[in-house]
């Protein structure tokens, strides 16, 4: 600097601080049957995804973008000529109708991605399976890390926190020669289901969104989740399942019933992006949706309330409703989606931020840092609500200091930052409690 002349003269130093940053929590990725169109679909100006590319994550940042790289329009103008065709009375060959079976396998994925974009999620992750005439294994769902397929996709894409699978059901049977679609294979289901869980167990920062079977009666499902992972497992608080399937006008304006882990992702996101991860993804509208596909009472709400089965509701005008909360775990910690989702975002964004302090000189100056940056982390999230208690001292503790660095642990070169929150949990059940008082001597009435 050239302070040879007068004037003011300002220089600009780091500060030292080391600050956390959250991390994203409001992407899914979206794993189901595509098909690579023609080769006259790719003179278009967006050329369509090739089979290459289908197969491995790809992410996509609205609906047009999605529908333009895989071949909507082609595939949906091929349908309408074939259900026209079926419409009018004509006798439609096998073959006819196998490949109406697969284009509405298709469409399920396509249905699934609108309804997350219309329901305001911004950027999504997609991952094809390319035979949708075909089954999908549990060892191909799993897919391959070093090839970037499947489950095993998605592991080298750290900002992904939803996994939702909406052609799962599709996956348990191949398609046939038949007018009525095959019914699916519910064992074969519950080990794609266990395939999800897995990954996401493992992953620690993402939730599975579980569709419920297709045309299950309210006993029936409590049957089926009865066979899924164990409420006690670690598992279970990874695992969001909802109930009952909806009835959309259709992205190619074909009215189908469709799962709805699509809408439920961009149900989550806007809940993330207007209130934060910390409020419970429930008593929002779903939008995008005409009906639900079986209505339920207060009875039977309860019986799958308590087996962690969120369920759609429709209340009097009040719309379609998301009305759960819950993961599937019994544990008190990791009841309410909320939480778990909540505690995943903090374990990540402080294990993102704080990669600085690897092979640091392991000290009281380093303990000092990591203490001031969590704390100032944490003491930002009381403030925005996630934390319970009047003060941050009743929300949370960070503990980083020659209590828990002994000798033993800095010759084996560890730094232990012991960390405990106090997470908000939804009112579930709000009960008010109304007593009629008897006329005042003296009164009017």
């Keep these: 600097m050239d302070t040879r002349k007068p004037g003011v003269y300002v220089t600009e130093q780091s500060s030292g601080v080391r600050t956390i940053v959250g991390v994203g929590t409001s992407t899914p990725a979206f794993l189901g049957y595509t098909e690579v169109p023609s080769t006259d679909a790719k003179e278009q100006s967006t050329s369509p995804f090739d089979a290459n590319e289908r197969v491995v994550p790809q992410r996509i940042r609205g609906w047009q973008e999605f529908a333009d790289r895989y071949g909507i329009a082609t595939s949906g103008a091929e349908l309408a000529v074939l259900l026209n065709k079926q419409s009018d009375?004509?006798?439609?060959?096998?073959?006819?109708?196998?490949?109406?079976?697969?284009?509405?396998?298709?469409?399920?994925?396509?249905?699934?991605?609108?309804?997350?974009?219309?329901?305001?999620?911004?950027?999504?992750?997609?991952?094809?399976?390319?035979?949708?005439?075909?089954?999908?294994?549990?060892?191909?769902?799993?897919?391959?890390?070093?090839?970037?397929?499947?489950?095993?996709?998605?592991?080298?894409?750290?900002?992904?926190?939803?996994?939702?699978?909406?052609?799962?059901?599709?996956?348990t049977v191949a398609a046939t020669e038949s007018a009525t679609p095959p019914q699916p294979d519910l064992p074969t289901g519950k080990k794609l289901i266990d395939k999800m869980l897995a990954h996401c167990t493992k992953q620690r920062n993402r939730l599975a969104l579980v569709d419920a079977p297709p045309g299950q009666s309210v006993d029936t499902l409590k049957q089926f989740v009865d066979t899924l992972?164990?409420?006690?497992?670690?598992?279970?608080?990874?695992?969001?399942?909802?109930?009952?399937?909806?009835?959309?006008?259709?992205?190619?304006?074909?009215?189908?019933?469709?799962?709805?882990?699509?809408?439920?992702?961009?149900?989550?996101a806007r809940t993330d992006t207007e209130r934060g991860v910390f409020k419970a993804p429930a008593n929002q509208n779903l939008r995008g949706v005409l009906e639900l596909t079986t209505t339920l009472t207060d009875d039977q709400h309860g019986d799958l309330n308590a087996k962690g089965v969120n369920c759609l509701r429709t209340f009097p005008d009040r719309g379609l409703l998301v009305w759960g909360a819950r993961t599937r775990s019994s544990s008190r910690d990791w009841r309410y989606l909320n939480v778990r989702r909540l505690v995943s975002f903090l374990s990540d964004s402080i294990q993102q931020s704080t990669t600085w302090a690897v092979f640091e000189p392991n000290d009281d100056r380093l303990w000092a840092t990591l203490r001031h940056s969590v704390t100032s982390f944490l003491t930002d999230q009381w403030r925005q609500g996630a934390l319970m208690g009047r003060t941050p001292d009743e929300a949370f503790y960070v503990i980083c200091d020659s209590t828990n660095n002994t000798q033993a642990t800095i010759d084996a070169g560890q730094v232990v930052c012991d960390i405990g929150v106090a997470p908000v949990r939804p009112a579930e059940f709000v009960q008010f409690t109304i007593t009629q008082l008897a006329d005042q001597p003296g009164g009017n009435g």
């Design 229 to 268: 992972a164990s409420p006690d497992t670690d598992e279970a608080a990874f695992t969001a399942l909802y109930y009952p399937w909806v009835k959309v006008p259709g992205v190619d304006g074909v009215s189908r019933t469709v799962p709805p882990s699509g809408h439920l992702a961009g149900v989550w």
């Design 89 to 171: 009375n004509q006798d439609l060959t096998p073959a006819e109708l196998k490949r109406i079976q697969v284009l509405q396998r298709c469409f399920t994925l396509a249905e699934a991605v609108y309804g997350f974009f219309a329901n305001g999620g911004t950027s999504c992750y997609v991952v094809g399976f390319l035979n949708p005439d075909q089954t999908v294994t549990s060892k191909v769902l799993a897919g391959d890390t070093d090839k970037r397929t499947g489950l095993g996709g998605l592991e080298t894409v750290p900002d992904v926190t939803m996994i939702a699978v909406p052609s799962l059901w599709d996956m």
